[in-house]
């Protein structure tokens, strides 16, 4: 009982540090786009959503993972098990749409580096 209790809290705990918000745009974006001349520029703004669509599709993969977990074992979370399988459906769905965002801000951008060359 014990060791299900403390897989259960370890499970809750990585799912709640999962949750805790990222830093999405380390660069002052405002600026930074307002600033873009250049090619080189525009290909750093594109790198630049790229990095953010890469961490959100791995926010995706990791809660895909915890989805599949709350959906094995359900009874390790009593009278939560359908709340934590809707949170995680909801922040795969969050995630993919932003990872869809941030890959269509970096095409623009590659688009406007090359018709700056």
């Known amino acids: 009982m014990k060791a299900r209790i403390f897989f259960a809290a370890l499970v809750i705990l990585a799912s709640l540090i999962s949750c805790a918000q990222m830093n999405p745009h380390p660069m002052e974006m405002t600026g930074a786009i ?11 703004l594109a790198k630049h959503y790229e990095d953010a669509a890469h961490e959100m599709q791995l926010k995706v993969e990791e809660h895909k993972k915890l989805l599949e977990e709350y959906e094995k074992h359900p009874y390790y979370y009593p009278k939560r098990a359908q709340d934590l399988q809707g949170h995680c459906r909801s922040l795969i769905k969050s995630y993919e749409q932003a990872v869809e965002a941030n890959m ?14």
């Open 34 to 44: 307002r600033n873009a001349k250049t090619s080189v520029d525009h290909e750093a």
């Open 104 to 117: 269509s801000m970096a095409k623009i951008h590659h688009q406007i580096a090359d018709e700056v060359k």
